[in-house]
């Protein structure tokens, strides 16, 4: 996906960048690919496939959620800033605090929002666990995003602590979401959610499927949850 296919593609769902906006995506491409060499941030270093599958991949979210309204967005292992970063760039109202385990990544994304210009953005050095027992943080947000971070099970435990009642958590996922989601029903009712929707669709050019689960925050999530660091990976909710 070359920039003009980009742009075109991101017109076709409604969404038009202005120059500044392309430019924004320019230098964080530029960025990326110049910190990669000094750290592993990503195995996608072609430009057209950074485009498709980092930064349109990203936004494919606000195609099934409304993102034009200002709320507080929590990103989970976002690693080198995917998905909340491009949703950042194309909907500048949002306030996003991203929390990552490595501090390098973090390191990175400050140096990447200067760069950007990007304002009301927060970097957190934590793990996600310890991050979702924090009475700062807890059940805080409207929105939590994660991007291929863990299975359904684990990754519920992880983000549905964060989200506000009556919030959103939206997981974005590759072909295995079916199976995931059943394997994590437990694990989201546990924590307080409830499947709001789920779309599945294929990226344009390479046709690799995707899908996009809206879990609702119904209730509280008991106090026991998240458990100390690394639990839910060796033992999820399931």
Known sequence: ??????????????????????????KYYETLVEWNEKMNLTAITDKEDVYLKHFYDSITASFYFDFSKPFH?????????????????????????????????????????NVLELENVHFVHDRAETFGVNP??????????????????????????????????????????????????????????KLDKMFTFTLPFEESERSILIIKKEKQTPKKYPRKPGTPGKAPIE
Do not use: W
């Not at 991203?98 to 990544?105: A, F, M």
């Open 136 to 193: 700062e943080y807890r059940e805080n947000f409207d929105v939590v995003t994660a991007r291929a971070v863990a299975r359904m099970s684990v990754l519920s435990e992880f983000c549905l602590p964060l989200v506000k009642v009556g919030g959103d958590f939206i997981a974005m996922k590759a072909a295995s979401a079916k199976e995931e989601l059943a394997v994590g029903q437990k694990a989201i009712t546990t924590l307080g959610g």
């Open 1 to 26: 996906m070359n920039i003009d296919q980009f742009r075109a593609s991101l017109q076709e769902k409604g969404i038009t960048l202005t120059d500044r906006q392309l430019d924004q995506f320019e």
């Open 73 to 113: 967005l929590c990103d989970v292992g976002a690693g080198a800033g995917f998905p909340s970063i491009p949703l950042k760039i194309v909907f500048p109202e949002i306030e996003v605090t991203i929390v990552d385990s490595l501090n390098k990544r973090i390191s990175f994304l400050t140096h990447l929002a």
